[in-house]
C-alpha cells in the first residue's frame, strides 16, 4: 500500500462500521493517523452500548498503523469540539475530516413523526456541521499564525439527497442540505488552505439492507479510495464537488443549475405565468427520476 497520507492527521465520524469503518482502514493504511469516531447507535439512533470503535482501532493497530476512539456524539457542539481537540493534542494536529455519522429511520411524508424528522436531521446535518465548525476554526488559527495545512474535508451526501427517494424525505433533505453546505464551505475555507467535497456513495451496507436488492451493490470497502485521494494533499485543486461513487463507477455530480429563463422586464401578471413556466420546462432538461418513483 502507498504512503500517500503519511504524516496526515484523520478523523473518520461514525467509523464503527460499514462505509466509516472502511473509510478509516483505508486512510490507516495510506499512512494516516486516525482518530475512529462512533457513538455506537443502532441503525435507527438509539443508543445500545457498544464500542464498534475500539474493534477498529485494533485492527488498525494490528497492521502497524495509529489509531484512537473516540466515543462522541458529533450533533452535540461541545463534544464535537472535544473531538477535534483530542486528534490535535494526540497527533499534534488535524489535517483530515471526514463526516460520515448517520442513521435512516425511513417514512413515508405524511407518516413522518417530528420526532423522528428532528433526530435524522441532526445527526446528519448538525453532525456535518459541527465537526466541520470546529476543525475550520483550528485551520483558520493555523493560517493565521503562518501554519497553513493542506487540510481536506469530505462529507458524505447521498443519492437521496441529490434525486430524492421515496418514503426517504427527511434522510433526502438532510443529506441534500450536506450538498449545500459542502458548497459553501469549499468556497469560504479556500483561501486557509482547506478543500471541501462530498461523496455519495452506493454500498451494502445495514441503511442498505432490507431496504431493496443489495446484492449487487458495492461492498463499503469498494467505496474509500476516493475517500484517501480527495484527503491526500495531491488533491489541493479539487473542491466543491459532490461525486458518487458505486464501487468501480465514479459520476460528478451537475447540482442544481440555471436552466431556461424568460425575462418579461416587468413583474408578471399571474394569469401569463402558466403559459411562460410551461415553455420553460419544455426547453429544459428532464430531472432525473426520484429514486423509487
Known amino acids: 500500500m502507498s504512503k500517500l497520507l503519511e504524516g496526515r492527521v484523520a478523523i473518520v465520524t461514525g467509523a464503527g462500521r460499514g462505509i466509516g469503518r472502511a473509510h478509516a482502514l483505508e486512510l490507516a493504511a495510506h499512512g494516516a493517523a486516525v482518530v475512529v469516531n462512533d457513538f455506537g ?5 438509539e443508543g445500545t452500548g457498544e464500542s464498534p470503535a475500539a474493534s477498529v482501532v485494533a485492527e488498525i493497530e494490528a497492521a502497524g498503523g495509529r489509531a484512537v476512539t473516540n466515543g462522541a456524539d458529533v450533533a452535540d457542539f461541545e463534544q464535537a469540539a ?3 481537540q483530542q486528534a490535535i493534542d494526540t497527533y499534534g494536529g488535524l489535517d483530515i475530516l471526514v463526516n460520515n455519522a448517520g442513521f435512516v429511520r425511513d417514512r413515508m411524508l405524511v407518516n413522518t413523526s417530528e420526532e423522528e424528522w428532528d433526530a435524522v436531521i441532526r445527526v446528519h ?14 485551520w483558520r488559527a493555523e493560517a493565521k499564525e503562518g501554519r497553513q495545512r493542506a487540510a481536506r474535508v469530505i462529507n458524505t451526501s447521498s443519492g437521496a439527497g441529490l434525486q430524492g ?8 433533505a438532510a443529506k441534500a ?3 449545500g453546505l459542502t458548497l459553501v464551505a469549499a468556497q469560504e475555507m479556500g ?3 482547506v478543500t471541501v467535497n462530498a461523496i455519495a456513495p452506493v454500498a451494502r451496507t445495514r441503511m442498505t439492507e432490507g431496504a431493496f436488492d443489495t446484492s449487487a451493490m458495492a461492498l463499503p470497502e469498494d467505496n474509500s479510495p476516493i475517500v484517501a485521494w480527495l484527503a491526500s494533499e495531491e488533491s489541493g485543486d479539487v473542491t466543491g464537488r459532490v461525486i458518487e461513487i458505486d464501487g468501480g ?16 422586464g416587468q413583474r408578471w401578471a399571474a394569469p401569463e405565468v402558466g403559459s411562460a413556466l ?15 418513483a
Open 41 to 45: 447507535v443502532s441503525l435507527a439512533g
Open 82 to 84: 472535544a473531538m477535534v
Open 249 to 264: 463507477k465514479l459520476t460528478l455530480e451537475s447540482g442544481w443549475a440555471h436552466a431556461a429563463t424568460r425575462d418579461r
Open 177 to 179: 442540505g450536506i450538498a
Open 278 to 292: 410551461r415553455e420553460l420546462i419544455a426547453e429544459a432538461p428532464a430531472p432525473e427520476p426520484v429514486y423509487g
Open 191 to 193: 483561501r486557509y488552505g
Open 125 to 138: 446535518l448538525k453532525g456535518h456541521f459541527a465537526p466541520l465548525r470546529h476543525a475550520g476554526a483550528y
Open 165 to 172: 427517494s421515496v418514503g426517504q424525505a427527511t434522510y433526502s
